[in-house]
Each structure stands twice: as C-alpha cells, then as structure tokens.
C-alpha cells in the first residue's frame, strides 16, 4: 500500500509541474469527437505516454569493475550530482561505510539549483533525512526513510530550470571508506513558470535558553526556538527534529507558532509538540512512550523518555496541507512551556520557494553538532 502512495506522490508531482503523460493521437481524436472524456479518467498515469527522460548519476565503477563507491578523506568534498537543463531529481539513496560512529552529524549535504551562489540545501546529512540525533533509526515516511542496511532514502521532488549540482563534505576527522549514490532524475524540455526550488535548513540550539516568562505566558512566540525563516513565496513542507533532554520531566508542551507574511504575530498556532508531531499525552508517558513512525508524521526514536539525557527524533510533514507564504515565512515552537525549557534542539526544515537560493544562518561547527547533554 505504500508503494502505490509513494507513486500517487510521483504522479502528483509531476503533474504540478506540468511533465504528466502527454495524450495519445487517438486520444486525443477520441476527445474531440466527444467521446475521449471516460478513456482519460479510467485510465492511470503509468500506462501513458510520459514527456520526460528518465535517467540516473551514481557512484558506479567507471572501469566496469565492482568498487561503485566513492571514498572522502577528512575536509574532502565530492561532488556528487551535476546536471545541465530542465530536470527534477526524484529520489535520493545513499548508503555509507565510514570510521567516524557519528559520521552522519559530519558529513554535510548541499545542493545548489540554477548556478545560485549559495546552497538551497545545507544540512548534516543525518538530520535532512530525519536521523537528527545521529544514528540510525529503521522507518519510513512519505518523503524520508531509513532502510535496513542503513540507507537513506529521500522523495522530495527536486526541480530546476537549468543546472543542479550536489556535494558531500566529510567534516569529520576520519576516513569515509565507501560512499555509495544512487539519485534518479528526469531531464524535460521546460517546467513550468510557476515552478518552485525545494529547500532544506539545519539549525541547533544546544542548549535552548529556558525562559521565566510573565505570568508564564508566551503570546507573541519572539523567543521560540526557529525551524526556519525565509522570504519570498512558497509553502512549508515540514521539519524533522532531534531532541536530548538535559533535565527531568517531560520535554514538551512547546506549542508550534508558524508566522506568515506577518513578522509580528504567529498565524498559526498548535496545543503542544507532541500534538504538532501528532502524538499525544507525552507519547505515552515515562513508563509506556512507543516509538511510531507513519507517512506524514512520527517520533521514530523515543529512548529513555523524560528523563535527563533522554533522546527524541520526531518529524511532521505537511503534504495534505503545505503552508503556503507569499512574502515572508517563519516556522517556530516553543522550548517547553512558555520557553521554559533548556534542551538540545537540532532540527532541519523543508520547503519550496519561488528563488533557486535563500538566506541560511550559519552551520554550526562539526564539533557544535555533535549530540550531547548539557548539564545546568
């Protein structure tokens, strides 16, 4: 059942940028007598003609032989991806073998559309594909997933107009034996003037700054901990997060403030984040917490829950609902209640924009990065 959605999405992405099957000569006569209408609806994308070529860069021996990997020394960067013309990345999959245990905190992941002179994507390659915390965590969701083997596993669709081109950096001090890509694109003659860049954004705060709040009230959400913030148009397509607890008690009750075109004030505000992941009533408690993992939304890792040094990954997708943005958009949630909370937060968040390249903050340091708990 998940396959035939995942290709529901494939279909619905497509369409939305205008490469859906192109109709048949008869078809197309059918429709002008009137009788092509019921042909059309009965019968699925699949078995029509597609208008895009599909194709494929990859790690394979260029020599025929069997060693399809690329190695990366410490401070290496390799490229990966590099595409001219129209196109649209479909899926991503990696799989890795490196000397580092948390080389998924070391290693960096940065995409580039359109020869834009900053990355549209810049994110530790563990936290853009949900694994915040760096380690692996079997699950699969809509977009994201991790199979076992430990590949990464992603179906953002990612379109440009006239160039991609993807790194990996080993920010890490120690080899990467074996870093093994396989990325599926298609090449198209032009998308559509409405088509928008795919973005992802890394930001940590480690820890958050609890907060004494008056009256323990938090209305305007200006000390929330941020996901993201951009400017231009869009829609939001979700977050992943890491959480370490660095005290007792339960690390939610942060409620999601998402502001829109309007830098004052939120527009949209939720019940409590583990309400915005869609769990409930602290996932289940000190004693009974369960991981769960599903296609929109999920807390695939929940270990040693509301306890000091407890670790959380969750993840919320919005594809039955993207929020779009027309001028500015800023994506937060609360530390706790009212900020009240001085956790470790490492987030990264996903969206499309109308520009190839937007305003990222800084990646924090390798060393910054790593997971750890913060004592008071």
Not at 207 to 232: I, W
Not at 310 to 316: F, L, V
Not at 340 to 350: H, K, T
Request: glycine fraction near 10%.
């Amino acid at each position: 059942m998940k396959h035939v959605e995942r290709r529901g999405f494939f279909r619905g992405a497509l369409a939305a940028l205008g490469l859906g099957a192109a109709a048949a000569p008869e078809a197309v006569a059918q429709q002008a007598r009137g009788g092509g209408g019921a042909a059309a609806r009965f019968l699925p994308n699949y078995c029509r003609t597609q208008n895009y070529k599909s194709l494929k860069q990859s790690s394979y021996d260029t020599t025929g032989g069997n060693s399809d990997r690329w190695p990366i020394k410490p401070g290496e960067t390799l490229e990966i991806f590099n595409q001219k013309g129209a196109g649209m990345i479909s899926h991503i999959w990696f799989t890795i073998a490196a000397a580092g245990p948390l080389h998924l905190k070391e290693l960096v992941l940065r995409a580039w559309w359109d020869g834009a002179g900053t990355p549209a994507i810049e994110a530790p390659i563990g936290d853009f594909f949900g694994l915040n915390l760096g380690d692996y965590v079997l699950y699969e969701s809509e977009y994201l997933a991790c199979s076992p083997g430990k590949s990464l596993n992603c179906y953002f669709a990612m379109p440009y107009r006239t160039a991609a081109r993807m790194t990996v950096t080993n920010e890490g001090s120690r080899d990467v034996s074996s870093f093994y890509s396989n990325i599926d694109f298609l090449a198209v003659e032009t998308l559509p003037a409405d088509t928008l860049y795919f973005h992802a954004q890394y930001r940590q705060a480690t820890p958050n700054t609890a907060q004494k709040l008056a009256d323990r009230k938090n209305p305007d959400g200006k000390t929330n901990y941020v996901y993201c913030e951009t400017r231009g148009r869009g829609h939001l397509m979700g977050v992943t997060l890491g959480v370490i607890q660095n005290s007792e008690a339960w690390m939610g009750e942060g409620d999601d403030m998402i502001f829109v075109d309007d830098e004052t004030k939120p527009l949209i505000v939720g019940t409590g984040s583990e309400d915005y992941f869609l769990g409930s009533w602290n996932f289940g408690g000190r004693e009974n917490a369960k991981a769960f993992a599903y296609h929109q939304y999920g807390a695939q890792l929940i270990q040693s829950p509301e306890r000091v040094g407890g670790r959380y990954c969750c993840y919320r997708f919005h594809g039955d609902n993207p929020v779009t943005f027309t001028r500015y958009l800023k994506h937060t949630m609360e530390h706790g209640h009212a900020n009240d909370r001085a956790d470790n937060f490492y987030s990264c968040c996903y969206w499309y924009q109308d520009k190839p390249s937007a305003e990222l903050p800084a990646l924090p340091g390798v060393k910054d990065r790593l997971p750890k708990v913060v004592m008071a």
